[in-house]
């Protein structure tokens, strides 16, 4: 079956910053620069006619993205100058420090903090690169590599300023320093890094939106997102909402003295922002977390999938601050839930559970489970459905795992539903 890399020969076009493959519709859309009259264009420049002549019988659609001249990629939003002025409340000190206020590294301009808690997995393994004073385990804010890191061009240890310095933050608003990220490079799925933090001065809210959400973590079906409502709050336009036009699209970014940056698998959603809102969260309409956003025009937004963000800079996105114990949180449903956890050995442990949707009698819903245990293969299983996994750790430390199973909710359930989470290593089975 196609896919949207099957279609990046159409980013060769003048004017074209961006293709999306709909499998379901079987149509290729196009993203330009500005929109010409087929008549005005070269062959070579033609998108449907080079459809065509690559033998592919699928719909096209062309998207105007609203410029006034010929660009070779959307705009990093946090890149640009002079930076518009802030949404009322976003500009100034905030302490305990929410996600969507002005924050940046200081030798910038006006960018956004995101999402908060995340938990490193690994800063060993991975796509990222993190400061040699980083651990397993440690709580970090992630934004965009453009906003914390500087398109690359950051020394770890660079203070990160809550707020922004165009918008009168100083040294002495310093709220943490960069340790991680994922270099921006062409073929990336992912323009984050992550700042430490002190717990006690971040607050796990995010401006302007419910203190609820996030209810849970998008890690899968974003196919099935096309025409979806999605909600960002940002430090330039606030809370805004939009439709999602693209969920797989590989798009040209500019950054600037870098030039244009080739991203993929990105979602694409109406105008939601403008400079200075990089590193908004992204939320659906239930409150899943489902986009780290980094760049766009007047006409569009483009946003990492939250997935992506997760894995390759090897960090694992919480809904609550974690605690002493680390109760299981569970999210938003329209029945009550009681959990049931036998786990046949003591290092097992279960950290997480995100129901995919709403708990309703009849219906299947996705249910993943996050464990944590030391190496070794072991078995997972939720109400009927068992799953092995394989975890691998280094320095005799716990890693964690992810298990995602359909679990099917009973005809007859009314006020509750019981979910069984069951584990063990496979070594003990018969």
């Known amino acids: 079956m196609p896919s949207t890399q099957d279609y990046e020969y159409l980013l060769e076009c003048e004017n074209v910053i961006g293709v999306d493959y709909d499998s379901a519709e079987d149509r290729v859309t196009v993203f330009v620069s500005q929109k010409r009259p087929r008549d005005c264009l070269a062959d070579e420049d033609d998108v449907e006619t080079r459809v065509?002549?690559?033998?592919?019988?699928?719909?096209?659609?062309?998207?105007?993205?609203?410029?006034?001249e010929t660009r070779e990629g959307f705009d990093a939003l946090s890149t640009l100058e002079p930076m518009p002025e802030a949404a009322e409340d976003r500009q100034g000190r905030h302490r305990p420090v929410p996600a969507g206020v002005s924050e940046i590294n200081a030798d910038s301009t006006a960018g956004t903090g995101g999402p908060y808690p995340a938990r490193i997995d690994d800063p060993i393994d991975g796509a990222a690169t993190w400061a040699e004073s980083v651990e397993s385990g440690d709580l970090v804010r992630l934004s965009n590599n453009h906003v914390y890191a500087r398109s690359n061009a950051a020394e770890f240890g660079e203070s990160i300023l809550q707020p922004s310095p165009a918008d009168g933050g100083d040294a002495d608003d310093t709220v943490g320093d960069l340790v991680g990220y994922v270099p921006v490079e062409n073929g990336g799925l992912v323009d984050v890094a992550a700042r430490s933090v002190e717990p006690d001065r971040e607050s796990v809210t995010y401006a302007g939106l419910d203190e609820a959400w996030?209810?849970?973590?998008?890690?899968?079906?974003?196919?099935?997102?096309?025409?979806?409502?999605?909600?960002?709050?940002?430090?330039?336009?606030?809370?805004?909402?939009?439709?999602?036009e693209a969920t797989s699209a590989s798009v040209r970014v500019e950054f600037g003295e870098q030039g244009p940056i080739l991203f993929r698998d990105q979602l694409v959603a109406g105008p939601l922002s403008e400079p200075g809102d990089s590193g908004s969260a992204v939320f659906l309409e239930d409150g899943g977390l489902v986009g780290l956003l980094f760049a766009g025009s007047s006409r569009q937004t483009i946003c990492n999938r939250i997935a992506n963000v997760e894995r390759e800079l090897g960090v694992e996105i919480l809904t609550a601050e974690p605690g002493d114990e680390e109760a299981v949180p569970v999210y938003r449903t329209t029945l009550d839930r009681t959990l049931e956890v036998d786990f046949h050995e003591p290092s097992l442990t279960l950290e997480s559970l995100t129901v995919e949707g709403e708990l309703r009698p009849g219906e299947t819903v996705g249910v993943s489970a996050t464990i944590a245990a030391d190496s070794g293969k072991y078995w997972l299983g939720i109400d009927d459905e068992r799953r092995t996994t394989s975890i691998a750790t280094r320095d005799g430390s716990q890693g964690r795992a992810t298990v995602s199973v359909p679990v099917s909710i009973p005809d007859d359930a009314t006020e509750s539903v019981t979910l069984r989470i069951r584990g063990g290593p496979v070594a003990t089975l018969q």
């Not at 096209?60 to 006034?68: E, I, K, L, M």
């Open 52 to 68: 065509a002549a690559a033998g592919d019988d699928v719909d096209v659609s062309v998207v105007d993205s609203g410029y006034d």
């Open 214 to 244: 996030p209810t849970g973590i998008r890690r899968e079906g974003y196919d099935d997102l096309r025409g979806e409502t999605v909600t960002k709050t940002g430090r330039t336009t606030g809370v805004t909402s939009a439709a999602i």
